[in-house]
């Protein structure tokens, strides 16, 4: 939800100022909601079941293997934005939703390496 606040806000706010991009604004969203997502999943270790604790201890412990998941969904989803909307092509579009995953990939990356720092001074 919180992505496509932001994403509706940027949008409205570029259309206030005469540059309003829909392209962009679509490809925000779906970024912050696969980051949203990923960084809510490891955030805290110990709660829930046992097996909800074991996947988020091996999201901790392999953060770069975890973070493809959310850069996948992000790359998948922006494909046909890029498309269709912007209609750059198959190439282009290949290129942009490939590149705005790799972003996705090192931000949860980095961030789940913060997560795991934090999770290992409060034992």
């Known amino acids: 939800m919180s992505g496509g606040v932001i994403s509706a806000t940027s949008y ?4 206030l100022t005469g540059g309003g991009d829909l392209v962009w604004a679509l490809g925000l969203g779906i970024s912050l909601f696969a980051m949203v997502a990923a960084i809510g999943a490891v ?3 110990e709660d829930g079941d046992r097996v909800t ?17 959310p850069a996948g ?3 998948v989803l ?11 092509g198959v190439f282009g579009s290949a290129f942009d939703a490939l590149w705005r995953g790799a ?3 090192l931000i949860t990356a980095i961030v789940t390496l913060t997560l795991q720092g934090r999770a290992r001074s409060s034992r």
């Open 103 to 105: 972003l996705v990939y």
């Open 53 to 69: 604790r074991q996947a988020r201890q091996w999201s901790l412990q392999h953060p770069w293997k975890f973070a493809l998941l």
């Open 43 to 45: 955030a805290k270790p």
């Open 12 to 15: 409205g706010f570029g259309l």
């Open 78 to 88: 922006d494909y046909p934005v890029q498309l269709l909307i912007d209609g750059e």
């Open 73 to 75: 969904i992000t790359a």
